[in-house]
């Protein structure tokens, strides 16, 4: 009998060597991270959290990563920009507009007075040639083609908050995190369709994510990596 509720358990493998980890890309020889804290970007050993790089980017606030035509791109959502940058000493190599920055729907209620703060874009994911940038502001997921940074698709991102995204193993779908809500929706990139729904219990927030071997990888912005253990199989 199948279950309304499923439940990703949270098995924590160790903690991020900067102090506020926000995005993640996974690869065969380590996973990259992306630090809001102190914006650098870091490569890690997946057993043991080992840093195998450690360099410092020009990005902001940041909170989404991944590697695409031999660079590092990083979702800089202080300054609501996406940066392209060497992967190994972080330098600057292009730099882009966010596709979503704007304010987010939480502070469009504010009167006259208040500021409503515009703020940038946060999960990111490469395939041919395009970049798949998550945006809390917009609440879509948008995708630029990189050769003339054009957006040429969207499709809603479900909830309020979106944040890590990663390619499910299913053909043209993609997984995507709500921070707020504590869930994980696999979408069809065409149009939205929902094929299942992870939940992620409190106390973990799921912020930067990313996959391997069909198991999904999470980063907790207050320091602690890890993988979701579920049953990749909608069953409901």
């Avoid at 279950?3 to 506020?20: E, L, R, S, Y």
């Avoid at 729907?105 to 874009?121: C, L």
């Avoid at 990111?124 to 948008?142: M, N, R, T, V």
């Avoid at 973990?204 to 049953?231: A, E, K, S």
Wanted: aromatic share 8%; net charge negative.
């Amino acid at each position: 009998m199948g279950h309304t509720n499923k439940i990703a358990d949270a098995i924590q493998m160790f903690m991020a060597p900067g102090p506020k980890p926000n995005g993640l890309q996974a690869t065969d020889d380590g996973l990259w991270i992306i630090d809001q804290g102190n914006d650098h970007i870091y490569k890690v050993d997946w057993q043991s959290g080992e840093t195998l790089i450690d360099a410092p980017t020009e990005t902001k606030a940041s909170s989404g990563i991944t590697v695409g035509d031999d660079l590092v791109w990083v979702a800089s959502t202080g300054s609501n920009e996406i940066f392209a940058v060497d992967p190994d000493t972080g330098k600057t190599v292009q730099k882009y507009e966010s596709p979503g920055a704007g304010v987010n729907a939480t502070h469009e209620h504010r009167g006259p007075g208040e500021s409503k703060p515009e703020t940038g874009d946060h999960g990111l994911e490469w395939k041919d040639g395009h970049i798949y940038i998550a945006s809390p502001p917009s609440q879509f997921i948008h995708v630029m083609d990189v050769s003339t940074w054009k957006e040429v698709h969207r499709f809603k991102a479900p909830g309020y908050r979106v944040h890590g995204i990663a390619w499910a193993k299913e053909e043209g779908t993609m997984w995507t995190a709500d921070t707020s809500a504590g869930t994980i929706h696999r979408l069809r990139v065409e149009d939205s369709r929902c094929y299942d729904v992870l939940r992620v219990l409190h106390p973990l927030q799921v912020h930067g994510m990313t996959i391997r071997n069909n198991r999904l990888w999470y980063c907790d912005d207050r320091g602690p990596i890890g993988f979701l253990d579920v049953d990749m199989i909608p069953d409901f």
